[in-house]
């Protein structure tokens, strides 16, 4: 046993030693290797020098957009932290610790392990009055309000807290962080695209004054998302291009996925269903390399679409379950959920499948909390009715209606115009022509305003057919 002993303070010794002569090797290079040396103070339990090579590798991983590397990197930082006495000293550096673990976390959408990380420090934070530490941690926990939980009003007043701590401390990354999220609050969950927009081109500005390229990427791949659902379709495309060269040039892998994934959503926009195939497909190459799973959900969601509307419907639901089956492991956008369950009943009535619970469907429906989706789930409702038996057709009618009124309430334009052309099917099949034709002829036009040629083609050979 004291053999044992003596071996292993040996061993840490050298360790330390050797840790000290890679500083002094690669003085001049020296975040290069802050991984190896990380691992010898560790080994020498000298966590003290431990925790701050980790702290500064894991700040360098995440300028660099390897997130995933800057995570493992504060994970490992706060382990070292808590193998420290306990003084105010190492309270302060454990406070920074999980608010960076926070960051990083919630940068690629891991709301639920972004609030697990910073919950223990919130009170000690307050209590110091780390304003810089608070503005990351009330972003971290309005995006898991918006997000998560889906308390609107709880998210929007943490961001807009976290603003102003950022204003006050001049903390240029918590202030772009903040209107990043307060931006993708706005659009998502109140379809204010004005005040959406405005925080969103804030967040950018001050990516493109340092120069950071996969920030920019990201940013404008979430604008893209925006002007996408607005109904600006020629804007989001050339937006979320624009984030794939960004991405490209970055090298980062985060970055690649979103912009790939997003720009894949702008072209089903446009119609041009096979390049969205294309680029979604490669968007979750990226996004399954990463352990992105958000944008791996989306990317499947509207792979199922396009398989859904050339008529594929068992791969449909594939891409479905696959959606569902990636947004479940981000915890979040319970919303997105009840929508995604209600098209996968859509496809699998289409592929022969009969066997639907209309009534939990419906009842699902009201539970939806984004205002984005409120017409998007009674479109899928409205086409469920109307596909399921040939006898629901006033209760297709009544859905489809009140899609109609919902996203033309919430500027919903695009989405406005296929419910439109959902509404021409519903008179199509109950024999009126004429009505079928008019609300096509409506739908065309919204469809030429939001620049959505390929559905403009579609819809004319629609209607082509009534003729």
Same mark, same amino acid.
């Given at each position: ?12 010794k *050298? ?7 890679? /500083? %002094? ?5 020296? +975040? &290069? ?5 990380? !691992? ?17 590798? +894991? ?17 490992? &930082?706060? @382990?070292?932290? %808590? ?29 639920? %392990?972004?609030?697990r ?5 919130v ?11 608070l503005?990351?941690?009330?972003t ?9 939980? !889906? ?9 807009k ?6 204003? @006050? ?13 307060l ?11 004005? &005040?959406g ?10 990516a ?9 990427? @990201? ?28 991405? /490209? ?9 979103q ?9 089903? +926009?446009?119609? $041009? ?11 979750? !190459?990226? =996004? ?7 944008? #791996? ?5 509207? *792979? ?10 068992q ?28 098209? *996968?009943?859509?496809? #699998?009535?289409? #592929? ?5 619970d ?44 009140e899609?109609?009124e ?12 296929r ?11 109950? =024999? ?6 008019e ?17 403009v083609? $579609?819809?004319?050979e ?6």
């Amino acid at each position: 046993m004291v053999y044992d002993s003596i071996l292993r303070e040996k061993k840490k010794k *050298l360790h330390d030693q050797i840790a000290a002569a890679i /500083e %002094e090797v690669y003085s001049e290079d020296l +975040g &290069n290797h802050y991984g190896i040396l990380a !691992e010898h103070y560790l080994a020498a339990e000298n966590f003290e020098k431990a925790s701050e090579v980790l702290s500064l590798a +894991g700040k360098r991983a995440a300028r660099k957009g390897s997130l995933s590397e800057a995570i493992i990197h504060a994970k490992r &930082n706060i @382990t070292a932290l %808590e193998r420290l006495p306990w003084t105010d000293h190492v309270e302060e550096r454990l406070i920074d610790a999980r608010t960076f673990l926070g960051l990083y976390y919630s940068q690629i959408n891991y709301h639920v %392990e972004a609030y697990r990380a910073v919950e223990p420090v919130v009170e000690l934070a307050e209590k110091r009055k780390k304003l810089k530490q608070l503005s990351v941690i009330y972003t971290i926990t309005g995006s898991y309000h918006s997000f998560v939980s !889906e308390d609107f009003e709880c998210g929007l007043r943490d961001l807009k807290s976290a603003i102003d701590l950022s204003e @006050t401390a001049q903390a240029f990354a918590p202030y772009v962080q903040a209107n990043f999220w307060l931006g993708a609050s706005f659009y998502q969950l109140a379809c204010d695209f004005e &005040n959406g927009l405005n925080h969103f081109q804030k967040a950018l500005q001050l990516a493109v004054a340092v120069n950071s390229l996969w920030s920019m990427s @990201t940013i404008k791949s979430n604008l893209s998302a925006l002007l996408y659902f607005r109904g600006a379709l020629s804007a989001g495309l050339e937006m979320s291009a624009e984030a794939m060269r960004l991405a /490209e040039e970055s090298g980062d892998i985060f970055s690649k996925a979103q912009s790939y994934v997003s720009h894949g959503c702008c072209l089903y +926009g446009r119609g $041009m269903l096979k390049e969205a195939t294309v680029n979604l497909s490669k968007g979750t !190459e990226f =996004g399954s390399r990463g352990g992105y799973f958000i944008w #791996n959900a989306i990317a499947h969601y509207h *792979l199922a679409e396009i398989c859904h509307l050339k008529g594929e419907f068992q791969e449909a639901v594939c891409h479905y379950e696959e959606a569902m089956r990636f947004i479940k492991r981000t915890q979040g956008w319970p919303s997105w959920l009840i929508l995604w369950k209600t098209a *996968l009943a859509l496809s #699998n009535i289409m #592929n022969g499948g009969q066997a639907v619970d209309l009534e939990s469907l419906c009842r699902n429906a009201m539970k939806i909390k984004q205002k984005s989706a409120e017409g998007w789930i009674r479109r899928y409702l409205g086409e469920i009715f109307l596909n399921i038996d040939g006898y629901h057709f006033p209760e297709a009618q009544h859905w489809i209606e009140e899609a109609m009124e919902a996203d033309q309430r919430n500027g919903m334009k695009w989405h406005l115009a296929r419910d439109i052309a959902v509404y021409a099917e519903l008179f199509k099949r109950k =024999g009126d022509a004429f009505k079928a034709k008019e609300q096509l002829g409506r739908a065309i036009d919204l469809y030429k305003e939001c620049g959505a040629d390929g559905w403009v083609m $579609m819809a004319e050979e629609e209607l082509a057919s009534l003729s």
